[in-house]
């Protein structure tokens, strides 16, 4: 009988396990009657999850099962996206996870979900456990192939006792990785140096084998598996026969996923399709639906790297993504929209930001919806840090709408903080003009409305138990849960409200978001002033505002223009420039080595209705190179089109 190529990919990824025989029989056995619903597959980054995950996954199918693979990082975390998502790989028609659960109800087949990467999908990992996982039959199973190891809601709850199988990814043994540095080539003596460098991490070891060309000895020092694992990142850079290849690999480390149009933006000198397919060709490079992507420690190496060695190019090469992002944000679907969401985070170097969208450490503390037992817990923390009367109002409010309401949980603290949030359009009248705070808010937004399509939130309390507005781990969760609210309305969210007693410390850090204070909605409660604090996201929403973000980031790493004074920076003079210069050099440097022709320097900088002649470019080009002096090198003339900024080397 012929054998199919999907069996012989599932041969040799097989064949690419090597050390893993017990982990990968207790992964296809997980489907046996009595074994646990939940699975938690977890390990630190390059240690080889998803290659033994995939494996699994081929021996689950060959037993019969029906498996579903998720790569979390692909699609919003929302249960409606969820829903969508494993709908169509199901092959099914199901309108919300309710249908969902009951298709998988039906299933004659052992369904098995395996969500990859699924600490990117924190935001909703509370709404699996508690709503969607059990509404499964006894014969699912839920697969979760993480960086982090599951949160306290999954392993200290009774409910989820005997229910969770939690398997920790080590280091191959030493005697294995030898085994492999011998089967490529290596000497016995460099077999044993490298198998003690790399430490039995995969990761090290792909990488030990790309860098080396002649299967000899690799000097390295001794130290930790992530310096090696960075070592052996700069080696590989290092024995890249063709400069081109480093350009290529270097320019999509700095985004999230890399894409033709993408590499086309970020290398216009250079064929995308050839960068792409030799890109899909490393080790450590997976392909997504939504692009390419390398491994972390590969990734956060180059990064890393290339900022430090030639943050000139560092810079232009975020800038270039910045403005492809710019381009596709114009036209994008919404189907597009999180993917585009995804790019602008990761080019955010704000942590706050970054944080909390996609953390990256594990947490003690998880954020569940208020039980009634809490009332009282919630109620004393109000009170202790907001006084008496704030706590007359919460009570109220938990009285008449405790679907607003979010206990903060932790190991030693049942509740550790609390959070009440809502969105204006599902908020009751009645219930909005009996709290003071809430009637400010509402009265606010009637006076200063948002589009028609756009809604607000309302985030009327976030505390943390001991420390309350103070930095927590338990109020960083509550935000954490805001962020998730953010992902589930856009493009419909607007604005956001927040109460703050101690303005000066919340200004420290929200507002660098954008959230500005709003004395006429101050509100005094029993001797303690209410502020408020509102973020307007405008009208491009939660997208436009990333983009703002990013292109303020970007524009203050610049050190030729300076956006505050409008003026040139030339060593330790700054000139000032007219409105239009700055535009105009604004325009050229945000699209470093793209010709930019003049009409579109007139429509875009001059404006649409402009109806002069092309000549007026020209004048300004001759007045900012005058102004440039020794460096007026930086801008060129593309003859008979237009110019371009070459940033200097």
Not at 419 to 436: C, V
Not at 440 to 459: D, E, G, K, M, T
Not at 541 to 547: M, P, T, V
Not at 615 to 624: F, Q, S, T
Request: proline letters at 5%; aromatic letters at 6%; charged letters at 20%.
């Amino acid at each position: 009988m012929t054998q199919s190529i999907a069996a012989r990919i599932a041969e040799n990824r097989a064949r690419s396990l090597a050390g893993r025989d017990s982990e990968r029989m207790r992964l296809a056995a997980m489907c046996a009657p009595g074994h646990a619903p939940v699975w938690f597959l977890h390990g630190i980054t390059g240690i080889g999850k998803t290659t033994l995950a995939r494996v699994a996954a081929d021996d689950l199918r060959t037993s019969g099962a029906r498996v579903v693979w998720i790569d979390c990082r692909s699609i919003p975390p929302t249960r409606a996206a969820f829903a969508d998502a494993v709908s169509a790989l199901l092959g099914v028609d199901a309108t919300d996870t309710a249908s969902l659960s009951a298709h998988v109800m039906q299933s004659e087949q052992p369904v098995v979900l395996i969500l990859d990467e699924f600490e990117s999908f924190r935001l909703l990992e509370t709404w699996l456990r508690q709503e969607f996982v059990p509404t499964l039959p006894e014969t699912a199973r839920i697969v979760c192939v993480s960086q982090l190891p599951p949160s306290i809601g999954w392993t200290t709850s009774m409910e989820w006792h005997g229910l969770i199988e939690v398997m920790e990814l080590g280091p191959l043994d030493r005697e294995t990785t030898r085994s492999i540095f011998r089967q490529a080539g290596f000497t016995d003596t460099a077999a044993t140096t490298l198998a003690r460098l790399t430490r039995g991490n995969p990761l090290g070891i792909q990488l030990a084998l790309s860098a080396s060309t002649n299967h000899s000895e690799i000097e390295l020092a001794e130290t930790t598996v992530p310096r090696t694992v960075e070592a052996l990142t700069h080696r590989f850079l290092d024995t890249l026969p063709d400069p081109e290849n480093r350009d290529v690999l270097e320019a999509a480390a700095l985004v999230r996923r890399a894409t033709r149009p993408m590499l086309a933006a970020l290398l216009p000198h250079h064929d995308p399709m050839v960068a792409y397919r030799w890109l899909s060709q490393l080790p450590f490079v997976d392909s997504g639906v939504d692009g390419l992507g390398l491994n972390d420690a590969v990734q956060n190496a180059i990064a890393g790297h290339l900022r430090t060695s030639d943050p000139q190019r560092f810079r232009s090469l975020r800038w270039s993504a910045w403005n492809a992002l710019k381009g596709e944000l114009r036209t994008a679907q919404h189907s597009d929209l999180w993917r585009l969401t995804a790019d602008l985070l990761y080019l955010i170097e704000n942590p706050v930001l970054r944080e909390g969208f996609f953390p990256t450490n594990s947490s003690t503390a998880i954020v569940e919806p208020a039980k009634a037992a809490d009332t009282g817990e919630i109620l004393s923390i109000v009170v202790r840090h907001g006084g008496r009367a704030a706590g007359e109002s919460i009570s109220a409010l938990l009285d008449r709408a405790p679907e607003m309401f979010f206990a903060v949980r932790t190991l030693s603290e049942p509740v550790a903080g609390c959070m009440a949030i809502t969105r204006s359009d599902m908020l009751a009248p009645d219930i909005g003009q009996s709290d003071p705070i809430l009637a400010v808010w509402s009265s606010h937004l009637r006076r200063n409305p948002l589009p028609n399509h756009q809604r607000a939130i309302f985030c009327r309390e976030a505390l943390g138990a001991q420390r309350g507005e103070r930095p927590s781990e338990a109020l960083a969760a509550t935000w954490i849960e805001a962020k998730r609210l953010y992902v589930e309305m856009r493009p419909a969210l607007g604005r956001t409200y927040v109460v703050v007693r101690d303005l000066d410390l919340a200004l420290q850090s929200l507002g660098d978001l954008g959230f500005r204070h709003v004395p006429a909605c101050d509100i005094d409660l029993g001797g303690i002033v209410h502020h408020t604090l509102v973020l307007d996201f405008g009208p491009e929403s939660f997208e436009g505002w990333l983009g703002q973000h990013l292109a303020l980031e970007l524009a203050g790493e610049d050190d030729l223009l300076d956006a505050a004074s409008r003026t040139l920076r030339l060593d330790d003079q700054q000139i000032t420039l007219s409105r239009l210069e700055y535009a105009v050099m604004r325009y050229l440097v945000d699209r470093p080595n793209q010709v930019v022709s003049r009409d579109q320097l007139l429509l875009e900088v001059w404006g649409i209705d402009y109806a002069g002649g092309s000549n007026v470019v020209d004048v300004v080009i001759r007045a900012l190179r005058q102004k440039l002096g020794d460096r007026r090198a930086v801008i060129q003339t593309a003859h008979g089109v237009g110019y371009r900024y070459v940033p200097p080397t």
